[in-house]
């Protein structure tokens, strides 16, 4: 799985690209989809080109084709209360060759407000109700945004020349730490 579209920043909108190359055949009633973890927030789908998290997926191999669907989701895709569909894409036609690669495009992606690592697994069955396999899985990183919030802890009350101990913390406007350009603090 190859990601294209980096750096990522906190809280903005991305459109990323997904590539996955096959290591097995998919025959023609396989399924593929790309995930977020319900808890960032975001979910995918496949309906609306125009709104966020849209996901769409190609081919370039002439014969086969991938069309979308919905489809109920089970296990940590399906949410807290497990009714959750995801977004999938069935294989049709001559089906998919070890060595063919899926390309995922997700438009207006709204990244979530924490930086750190973020995933987009791609899952994949290999035909009609087969059982899912996960690709390898490599993360991406959400960096934070620019500075935005200066926050002084120090004790509150404070005799003339007492020594103390003084925070000083720099962050996003989501409370991430900034550690790239900080301004002097004089």
Not at 21 to 48: C, K, P, S, V
Not at 96 to 114: H, I, M, W
Not at 139 to 150: E, F, K, M, N, P
Request: aromatic share 8%.
């Amino acid at each position: 799985v190859r990601y294209r579209n980096e750096p990522l920043v906190a809280g903005s909108r991305q459109n990323i690209e997904v590539s996955f190359q096959l290591g097995t055949d998919i025959e023609a009633g396989g399924r593929l989809f790309a995930a977020t973890h319900w808890m960032d927030g975001n979910l995918l789908q496949n309906l609306d080109a125009r709104a966020e998290n849209y996901v769409d997926a190609r081919v370039a191999r002439q014969g086969t084709g991938l069309s979308p669907i919905q489809a109920p989701a089970s296990g940590v895709f399906a949410g807290r209360l497990g009714s959750r569909v995801l977004p999938m894409f069935e294989v049709s036609g001559a089906g998919l060759l070890a060595g063919d690669t899926v390309t995922f495009q997700v438009r207006n992606l709204v990244l979530p407000g924490r930086a750190g690592d973020f995933f987009l697994p791609v899952y994949f069955s290999t035909g009609f109700n087969q059982p899912f396999f996960t690709a390898p899985l490599t993360s991406l990183t959400v960096r934070a945004d620019g500075l935005s919030q200066i926050e002084v802890t120090a004790p509150s009350r404070l005799g003339r020349g007492e020594i103390a101990n003084i925070t000083v913390t720099l962050a996003d406007k989501f409370g991430n730490p900034v550690g790239q350009q900080l301004p002097t603090l004089d």
